[in-house]
Structures are given as structure tokens and as C-alpha cells.
Nanobody, 122 residues
Framework: QVQPVESGGGLVQAGGSLTLSCATS????????VGWIRQAPGREREFLVA????????VYADSVKGRFTISRDNAKNRVYLQMKSLGPEDTADFYC???????????????WGRGTQVTVSA
């Protein structure tokens, strides 16, 4: 079983950038597709982006295309979410998910991290 663990959250000023990292405390990530979602206070979960196990395929939500970039380094057992041009509306808890299929449906990822908080100040 793979257990995603997010890191890299924090406070950033509007217009700034931040890179989140996802590792696993269990099995290696190399055989899993990985996705990122976020949930802001009082709002529903929002799918952001996902990447296939070999990194050859990515799926982005329209809301983050051009601002967020997902990548992975299977040798380091890491998946990264680079975020730029952040605004207060990006403030949320960000979660890393792992599963067998690249999909924009969070419910199809069986393995979820506990999240990392991102706060963007105006």
C-alpha cells in the first residue's frame, strides 16, 4: 500500500510561487498515477492535475492550466506541484492522491495524503 505524504505548504504573497512535494511512506510511487486536489474553506474539493505513473500523460483542470505544473521523479519517489502567480483564491488545503489510473475524479484514487495548507496573502 502506498501512503502519500505532502510537504511544502506555507504562506506566500499574492503573485508568488510555491512548490509542493508528495512522497510516500509506503510502497514506491513508480507504479501509480498521482493527482493533486485542493479544498478551500467552505468549498468543495477541486481536482487540479494528475500525472501517469511514467510521467508521460498529464491532465490539468482548466482553472490551473498555465499556472500549475505537475512533474515526477520516480528515482526520488517524488511528485511535485509547481504553482505560480498565486492569488488569495488559491488558499486551500492541498492533497496528493495515488491510484492506478490517471483521472480527474478524486473518488477513483484509493490513496490520499493528509494534506498541506497553502495560504496566499493579498
Amino acid at each position: 500500500q502506498v501512503q502519500p505524504v505532502e510537504s511544502g505548504g506555507g504562506l506566500v504573497q499574492a503573485g508568488g510561487s510555491l512548490t509542493l512535494s508528495c512522497a510516500t511512506s509506503g510502497r514506491t510511487f513508480s507504479g501509480y498515477a498521482v493527482g493533486w486536489i485542493r479544498q478551500a474553506p467552505g468549498r468543495e474539493r477541486e481536482f487540479l492535475v494528475a500525472i501517469s505513473e511514467d510521467g508521460g500523460r498529464t491532465v490539468y483542470a482548466d482553472s490551473v492550466k498555465g499556472r500549475f505544473t505537475i512533474s515526477r521523479d520516480n528515482a526520488k519517489n517524488r511528485v511535485y506541484l509547481q504553482m505560480k502567480s498565486l492569488g488569495p483564491e488559491d488558499t486551500a488545503d492541498f492533497y496528493c492522491l495515488a491510484g492506478e489510473t490517471v483521472t480527474s475524479l478524486p473518488r477513483l484514487y484509493p490513496y490520499w495524503g493528509r494534506g498541506t495548507q497553502v495560504t496566499v496573502s493579498a
